[in-house]
């Protein structure tokens, strides 16, 4: 069991910043791929970066690419996201998540290969 709490959020003007946490607690961090997803009202919750458990294997929805930087710290236990250029349509709220499964069997893009998630952090961006 896995209990995951982001922090970070807030509402920031265009072309600003941000830097997600999300403190993993319960479990050994280590034991799991991580995630961010995020939800804007009206949509489905889409990926938007992944790393491996080691940290040395990292993907990005083509949205964020080049904008956003995922990483994590086994020894804090957590999991950050920083955002820079930040763009009105990246307001949204932004999950941390936890994969559990092979990384052989998993593409760990989509929401059910995430076992536990945190209860979000409202991120607003205003043009």
């Known amino acids: 069991q896995v209990q995951l709490v982001e922090s970070g959020g807030g509402l920031v003007q265009a072309g600003g910043s941000l830097r997600l946490s999300c403190a993993a607690s319960g479990s050994t961090f280590s034991n799991y791929v991580m995630a961010w997803f995020r939800q804007a009202p009206g949509k489905e919750r889409e990926f938007v970066a992944r790393v491996s458990r080691s940290g040395n294997i990292i993907l990005y929805a083509d949205s964020v690419k080049g904008r956003f930087t995922i990483s994590r710290d086994n020894a804090k236990n957590t999991v950050y996201l920083q955002m820079n250029s930040l763009k009105p349509e990246d307001t949204a709220v932004y999950y941390c998540?936890?994969?559990?499964?092979?990384?052989?069997?998993?593409?760990?893009?989509?929401?059910?290969?995430?076992?536990?998630w945190g209860q979000g952090t409202q991120v607003t961006v205003s043009s």
């Open positions: 998540a936890a994969s559990g499964a092979p990384s052989s069997s998993s593409s760990f893009q989509t929401k059910s290969e995430y076992d536990y």
